[in-house]
């Protein structure tokens, strides 16, 4: 049976399904930065960016874009009615106190105890930028993860423990692949959902780590 | 009287020495104070600590201070940009050093300067790189790492507004890191859209009151974003001989 792997919009969909009407959300740079697209038009969720603001909008229309309302990737945004900003200690205040309710974040690796790394490969030659990757993953309440299952050499970014970096340790609540959406228990990694194609058996060899069925 | 603008770019940066440890405001070029980095330049300091959220973007405003071999080391939280190339080549070149901190410890070290703690316990880096070597204890039944306040004798900001006491209000998300660097930095040096007279600025709408502000001085709203060639006239320098030059 051929495999219908979930496109980067489907993972971006199902985690914005997963977010209720009047959470606090902070969306990590790159595949998370997809999930605004999809948010129920019938919740009021409100979006957090590190750098001072509540009620993030979406991008402006080409020529009205103002340079001092960006987001965290540095791209122009707007802000909502209800919006509201603030200095950079309390943004952190926010995400460090245990406010924002949901953060998605994208990953290199996640271990089966919930530990992240996303933030630096390790090579010598890389130039190490955490930003608020350690403080998000620390104090948001419900961590997600949004990653491809594999890497492009075909092993499973979910490890049984981490070979990068760590950006925090026992952190992850849940994690949106390509080929499944998976909860992190205590008694281990537990499958919520599995594309199309793809059997149970077959999810747990690609991820090289024992799962337990929904 | 109480009078905290001065007439030039030059006088707001004059008395910054070599050595010194200087925040520069601003995430990205959003509330980066470019202006008074050009005066920077001009001055001469050298052998700086350089406190910013990055490392320089393009070849303007800090990554141009960086380029001229002022600064000997950066404290940050993410220097890897797609346009941070001076940067990256000068780490490269082992010719600048990096003290890499997550974003939030490194608001809330300068926070905690501003507000006269030595340090702080945070679960933020515990058990990362980051994390490593730092004193720990378990509060609650979570281990935390210990963070000193950081400090600065200068701070450089970007704000919209100033009145002549150095009370503030700032632009949309421009205002990041400007309130707590004011107040963590011996001399606030801050540059403005506008300077409004005493009592114009809505004290229930002051971010940053003057007694956090040591310099104000005025930038002309048509500066360009991006720093004109070195050498040429720039609108903000004011009448020829009137303001500092670039170069």
């Not at chain 2, 009287?1 to 050595?19: H, N, P, W």
């Not at chain 2, 070597?133 to 004798?153: F, Y």
Request: charged share 20%; proline share 5%.
């Amino acid at each position: 049976m051929t495999v219908k792997r979930y496109s980067r919009d489907e993972m971006a969909a199902k985690v914005a399904r997963d977010i209720a009407e009047g959470a606090y959300v902070n969306l990590g740079i790159g595949l998370p930065t997809l999930v605004a697209n999809h948010l129920p038009r019938d919740r009021e969720i409100v979006l957090h960016s590190e750098n001072g603001i509540l009620g993030m909008g979406p991008a402006p229309a080409a020529g009205h874009e103002d340079m001092d309302l960006i987001n965290a990737g540095k791209q122009a945004v707007t802000l909502l009615a209800g919006g509201a900003y603030f200095h950079h200690a309390d943004s952190f205040a926010m995400m460090r106190g245990g406010h924002i309710d949901v953060c998605v974040l994208g990953a290199f690796q996640v271990s089966v105890a919930g530990d992240l790394a996303n933030w630096h490969t390790g090579a010598p030659d890389a130039i190490p930028a955490v930003g608020g990757a350690m403080d998000l993953a620390t104090g948001a309440k419900r961590v997600y993860v949004m990653m491809e299952h594999l890497t492009k050499g075909g092993e499973s970014k979910i490890v049984a423990s981490l070979t990068y970096p760590p950006t925090a340790l026992a952190c992850v609540d849940r994690i949106y692949t390509d080929l499944a959406v998976l909860d992190v228990t205590p008694q281990g990694l537990r499958v919520r959902e599995r594309a199309e194609g793809v059997s149970f058996d077959e999810l747990e060899r690609l991820t090289g780590v024992a799962l337990k069925e929904s | 009287m109480i009078d905290k603008t001065v007439s030039t770019l030059e006088v707001a940066v004059a008395g910054i020495e070599d050595g010194a440890t200087v925040m520069v405001g601003g995430f990205g070029t959003s509330g980066i104070p470019a202006a008074l980095i050009d005066a920077l330049i001009a001055q001469g300091a050298r052998d700086l600590t350089v406190v910013n959220n990055n490392a320089g973007n393009g070849d303007h405003g800090l990554a141009a201070l960086l380029a001229a071999r002022r600064v000997r080391k950066i404290v940050c939280s993410f220097p890897r940009q797609v346009d941070s190339w001076v940067f990256d080549g000068l780490w490269r070149a082992g010719a600048i050093e990096l003290e890499l901190v997550p974003q939030g410890t490194l608001a809330e070290r300068i926070r905690a300067a501003g507000a006269g703690i030595g340090a702080f316990f945070t679960p933020t880096a515990v058990g990362t790189e980051l994390g490593a070597g730092k004193e720990t204890r378990l509060i609650d039944g979570r281990e935390h790492v210990l963070e000193h306040a950081l400090r600065a004798d200068y701070a450089l900001i970007r704000a919209d507004r100033a009145d002549r006491w150095g009370n503030l209000v700032y632009r949309k998300a421009a205002r990041n890191f400007g309130p707590i660097m004011a107040a963590a930095a011996a001399c606030t040096i801050v540059e403005v859209r506008e300077i409004v007279p005493l009592g114009a600025l809505d004290p229930e709408a002051v971010v940053t009151p003057g007694i956090y502000v040591k310099r104000v001085v005025m930038i002309p709203p048509e500066r360009p974003s991006v720093a004109s060639p070195q050498g040429a006239p720039r609108p903000w320098d004011g009448p020829a001989g009137a303001g500092v030059g670039a170069a």
